[in-house]
């Protein structure tokens, strides 16, 4: 069984999106070994000057860079885009391989070097999310993805 | 203060869906008058024959159309990309206008009848999602549409 991680920045601060997410990895049991690895969130204040989010940005970039292992897929607004379909494609030519990890940038997005270290970087949307409600987003595309690679029905 | 509708497809069967929803409603309220109207949900067998499925698509829409009131904009996997911020100018546009409507088909999608009744039709993803998770989706981005059009703070 595939080992997949999901390295973000920070805590579900809300019940109701840990409850979603809770959901997810449950239903992801039967296709994958999940593991949720969160980061520390850099904590700044509103309207901090550009080099302190950089580097916020770089500390937290590094930190999911060093809890990654296998395949790593970077999410971000400036990724390729791409349908379930496609996504699904992407994690069963990875999940074939060995392990992977999805990483997930916090409120400061990522460096660029995390993205230069990637096997992939995919984008799901043109809109801004907040990153927690982001988080739901790709476990349910996660668990769509091995719905899909499995050939089981799943509901829109 | 413009009215709001969103009208959707079927209720939201678990808890966390309402509760996200409940907390983006609350937040909206500072902003417009919202009314989340649920249209009754075609209840087809799975492997239903694509006939049925598109009597089942056209009823929802008729529906649909029949509870929107403004503007109508259409959600849709076929409409135009767009930002956070160019959906703001969108929901600007129209709210300057008068009332708005949002329209959120269910598992069938919508019919091509009402989309030609859109002011606009938009997609925020190339991915499926579940269309209750999608409602969550839509409701965070009427909500940062406000909070930009306001010129607001509001975390990624």
Known sequence: MTS???????????KYWRDAEAEYRKRL???CRLRIIEK?????PGGAPAA????????????ILESSGGA????SPDGDKMTSEAFAALIKKYADK??????VGGSYGLSDNIK???AAVVSFSDVTMPHQLFRIVLI????RAFMIINGRTYHK
């Open 98 to 103: 060995g392990d992977m990890t999805f990483a």
């Open 140 to 143: 349910e595309q996660v668990y």
């Open 72 to 75: 790593l897929i970077v999410l």
């Open 29 to 31: 049991g039967a296709f």
């Open 116 to 118: 230069e270290n990637a």
């Open 52 to 63: 302190l989010i950089e580097k916020a940005r770089d500390e937290e970039s590094r930190a």
């Open 4 to 14: 997949i991680n999901i390295v973000c920045i920070g805590k579900l601060k809300e």
């Open 40 to 44: 520390k969130e850099s904590a700044l």
